[in-house]
């Protein structure tokens, strides 16, 4: 089973700051990742498909990057209601599997 | 606007079972596979389970086979999943999940609708 490490577990920053968050996978994925958004007692909601590409409605400070093993979501700029967790998850093999998320506090 | 809504939780003894259901609008939920997400806190989310749009196919992760069932009425647009012999490990919120995809297929694409889970507790 592929195995998702993000990093780092907590990041701390305030509005209007840019946000880097790091996805490293036990083997090499291609372009097969996606990340989500997940703010308590929500649904969680998907962000970007196929490592770079915004899901429908995704606003455009939200982008994906990285192949291999190496991924990284990016915020130009923080908004308040993009303090949540963030998941990446996988489906290059099955099971599909996700990180461990990254809490963005502010 | 897609939507899915889970029922059927609740706080269930060690091995008791319940019958998870998750109710779909807004998409036509006989074209795509559908999923069990469950997310507990210790272990974050963890992919459990999935059906492919016509039954074709299934899968089950090892934590929870032979013990849970996944199933679909397509005529209902619904998702239902049976859990059996519960242990306290299985404890967690529990996501109905839509696939873009029909099929429970490797690619590049991620799961772009989600409930907003129902939380089972196994405990005496």
């Known amino acids: 089973e592929i195995v998702l490490t993000q990093s780092p577990a907590t990041l701390s920053l305030s509005p209007g700051a840019p946000a880097t968050l790091s996805c490293r996978a036990s083997?090499?994925?291609?372009?097969?990742l996606a990340w989500y958004q997940h703010k308590p007692g929500q649904a969680p909601s998907l962000l970007i498909n196929?490592?770079?590409d915004r899901a429908t409605g995704v606003p455009a400070r939200f982008s994906g990057s990285g192949s291999g093993t190496h991924f990284t979501l990016t915020i130009s700029s923080l908004e308040p209601q993009d303090f949540a967790v963030y998941y990446c998850?996988?489906?290059?093999?099955?099971?599909?599997?996700f990180g461990q998320g990254t809490k963005l506090e502010i | 606007e897609m939507q899915l809504v889970e029922s059927g939780g609740g706080l269930v003894q060690p091995g008791g079972s319940l019958r998870l259901s998750c109710s779909a609008s807004?998409?036509?939920?006989?074209?795509?596979?559908m999923h069990w997400v469950r997310q507990t806190p210790g272990k974050g989310l963890e992919y459990i389970s999935g059906?492919?749009?016509?039954?074709?196919?299934?899968y089950y992760a090892n934590s929870v086979k032979p013990r849970f069932t996944i199933s679909r009425d397509n005529s209902r647009n619904t998702l239902f999943l049976e859990m059996r012999s519960l242990r306290r490990e299985d404890t967690a919120v529990y996501f109905c999940v839509k696939d873009q995809n029909g099929y429970l297929v490797r690619g590049a694409w991620g799961f772009d609708s989600w409930g907003p889970g129902t939380q089972v507790s196994v405990s005496s």
């Open positions: 998850q996988q489906r290059t093999n099955w099971p599909p599997s």
């Open positions: 807004g998409f036509t939920f006989s074209d795509y596979a």
């Open positions: 083997q090499s994925l291609g372009n097969s």
């Open positions: 059906i492919s749009r016509d039954e074709s196919g299934s």
């Open positions: 196929a490592a770079s």
